[in-house]
């Protein structure tokens, strides 16, 4: 677990567990995915697979630009709506 990301709006973690090597296979698989939370909504999303691809995808790019803490926000408010459950502390 790595926090990636916070600002006043958001925070990213990024999770990354890794899996077992097998016989047929060189390197160990991965498993992991980034947890998103908005901190005004008091949401948050996990997202792993081609979605979370897609987010470091778009992260990675938008880095290449120096983006202000504003356009970092904005990036990850476009995931907000998929946001459903309800943050908890534990």
């Given at each position: 677990m790595q926090m990636l990301y916070n600002s006043d709006n958001?925070?990213?973690?990024?999770?990354?567990?890794?899996?077992?090597?097998?016989?047929?296979l060189?390197?160990?698989?991965?498993?992991?995915?980034?947890?998103?939370?908005?901190k005004?909504?008091?949401?948050?999303?996990?997202i792993e697979g081609a979605m979370a691809e897609s987010f470091k995808l778009g992260?990675?790019?938008l880095i290449q630009t120096s983006p202000s803490e504003e356009e970092m926000d904005d990036y990850i408010?476009?995931?907000?709506?998929?946001?459903?459950?309800?943050l908890v502390m534990h």
């Open positions: 958001f925070v990213v973690v990024e999770f990354d567990v890794p899996g077992e090597t097998t016989a047929h060189e390197t160990a698989l991965s498993r992991g995915g980034y947890e998103i939370v908005d005004f909504a008091r949401k948050e999303i996990f992260v990675e790019a408010e476009r995931y907000t709506s998929l946001m459903q459950h309800p």
